[in-house]
């Protein structure tokens, strides 16, 4: 019996001793558990056959009578038809804007505006179960993602940004914060329901009134909110959402009566919209596109930068502008961080969204799905070496594996374009001065990870990283009273915080 103990011990004592000098221990994680399926039920949502324009307080059918579908990408099901806002129903929305701004929003004590904004944060924390559902039934993110992490950090930043609306002379000391009048607001599809409250919470705050246009593959929580709008009471015409593709989105960026843009898209349109708006009297804030560096060195705890790593760039399903999808690590635990990287994929339960377990869900739409997968293509035509994990994809909706790529060069397409997708372009470096300068060599500006022992060099990076955000030992991490936005071709202005309020007031 001992003599077998013994035998096990010696056997496993080489075999680690052999793992240890190739520098790579495997990490075992138990992959070959089966999870029984824990499934979110569609019932607890209600979602209408048909949705039409919410404008001054009402749903009302669209003048252009037009309506397209939006469907469920993990399952190709449609789930709703909602109306397509025209020319004229952009200018209906604008007017009820205007004449909300005028009679009511503007004139109401800060307070009264603050009482309106609390009242939706906690309506949307009554109503969080339903909207995690519809969130991940209309744009196919987890329902675990948009449970813990979309519907409850929405609701904060209403609750942020009620705080601010009647301290506005703190915030902006011996100056006073006007109002600039109505806000065209247009957001994309990647965090529908948050980039909504990104956008109307501090539009609020400060006394303007809004239009805003969801993404046309993600609609329906943005229309889940204009019911809570309604419910609340907020004064009609105060918030109005509209629907409707590209051209709904262009006709808002080139009213006349709209005096501030919000955008988050990408970097196309953001050019488009600062071209369209350029010699008007306009303000805008355009939160676009990233390509951001996660940095490892060899005095970091490798497990949890390995966990950041996963977090940075298959969060979300690598639909995220600030999501890490550039890999750093120091040549001396190059190897080891690979193959921690490449075990930890394995484990990831990629499928069907409303499944609790799910880590990766579905690719928001056909189009997106095609773009990776052209990237993908693209990435071994370069001659970047790829690894999938070896998971198995549902047959029916828009599924992509997790993807990195390592021997990426720093001049290839998927080391310096944005794919949004999980797919990470993965390099070497020696020196801090090497990573800083491979780092900061893109088009963008938005966000960057750290991972390392040494506070020193958590400053030194810091401070020559041209991000808008830096995260240090950790990634993804959101909080409304922190500001976020980018530099270079990553936009401009910042959402959140303090810095949020300024993109909508003049001082005087
Ligand atoms: P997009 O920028 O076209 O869509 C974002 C929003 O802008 C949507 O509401 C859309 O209807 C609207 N829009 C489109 N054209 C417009 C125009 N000319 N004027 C005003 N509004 C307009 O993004 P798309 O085509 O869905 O995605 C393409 C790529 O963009 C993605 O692969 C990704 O790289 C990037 N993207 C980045 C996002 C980010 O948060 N940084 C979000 C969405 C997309
Ligand atoms: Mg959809």
């Keep these: 019996m001992i003599f077998w103990i013994s035998l096990i011990i010696t056997i496993k004592i080489e075999r680690m001793s ?35 324009l919410f404008i001054n307080g009402k749903f009302e059918k669209p003048l ?33 804007a205007r004449n909300a701004y005028e009679r009511t929003w503007k004139k109401m004590p800060a307070a009264e ?57 703190y915030a902006f000391p011996n100056r006073k914060a006007m109002p600039l009048g109505v806000a065209g607001q247009i957001i994309p599809w990647n965090f529908p329901l948050l980039m909504a409250a ?3 919470a501090p539009a609020l705050a400060t006394g303007n009134t809004v239009v805003l246009k969801p993404a046309e593959t993600t609609p329906l929580t943005a229309l889940k909110l204009a019911e809570i709008i309604q419910e609340a009471d907020l004064p009609p015409g105060v918030v109005n959402i509209i629907t409707g593709a590209g051209a709904t989105g262009a006709d808002m ?14 970097t196309a349109v953001g050019k488009i919209i600062q071209r369209a708006i350029a010699g008007t009297n306009k303000k805008a804030t355009l939160e676009l596109g990233g390509k951001a560096a996660n940095i490892i060195f060899d005095d ?21 502008c600030c999501a890490g999808s550039r890999l750093y690590v120091q040549e001396s635990v190059y190897e080891q961080v690979i193959q921690k990287l490449k075990d930890r994929m394995e484990t990831l339960i990629v499928g069907n969204p409303m499944d609790k377990n799910t880590d990766v869900g579905a690719i928001n739409s056909r189009e997106q799905l095609a773009t990776i997968q052209r990237y993908i293509k693209l990435g071994n035509q370069e001659g970047a070496e790829m690894y999938q994990s070896a998971c198995a994809l549902p047959k029916k909706g828009f599924f992509c594996k997790p993807t990195i790529f390592t021997n990426v060069a ?10 949004f997708g999980p797919v990470l372009a993965i390099q070497s470096f020696r020196t801090d001065d090497e990573v800083i300068e491979k780092a900061n060599n893109t088009a963008f500006g938005l966000s960057a990870g750290i991972w390392t022992d040494k506070g020193s060099k958590i400053f030194n990076l810091t401070s020559k990283m041209r991000a808008g955000v830096v995260w240090a030992n950790t990634y993804n991490k959101f909080d409304p009273t922190s500001p976020f936005g980018g530099y270079k071709e990553s936009g401009y202005g910042r959402e959140g915080g303090l810095h949020g309020l300024f993109p909508y007031v003049k001082l005087v």
């Design 300 to 320: 970091a705890p490798l497990d949890q930068a390995v966990e950041g790593v996963i977090n940075g760039i298959f969060f979300n399903q690598g639909h995220v």
């Design 198 to 200: 990104w956008k109307i």
């Design 410 to 419: 720093q001049s290839n397409r998927i080391a310096q374009e944005e794919i």
């Design 64 to 96: 252009s009578k037009k309506y397209f579908n939006t469907i469920n990408p993990a399952s190709e099901e449609i789930l709703s038809s909602v109306a397509m806002a025209g020319k004229a129903d952009v200018n209906k929305a604008v007017l009820a």
């Design 253 to 266: 960026v080139n009213h006349p009566d709209i005096n501030k843009i919000a955008f988050t898209g990408s």
């Design 113 to 169: 505006r603050a009482k309106y904004i609390y009242r939706i944060a906690r309506m949307i924390q009554e109503k969080a179960r339903e909207f995690a559902i519809i969130e991940t039934l209309d744009g196919g993110k987890p329902i675990r993602e948009s449970r813990d992490f979309d519907v409850p950090t929405a609701a904060n930043h209403f609750f942020y940004y009620a705080g601010w609306a009647d301290k506005l002379e």
């Design 18 to 52: 052999k793992a240890i000098k190739k520098n790579t221990i495997q990490l075992k994680f138990d992959s070959a558990r089966v999870y029984e399926p824990a499934l979110e039920s569609k019932s607890a949502a209600k979602i209408k056959p048909v949705y039409d």
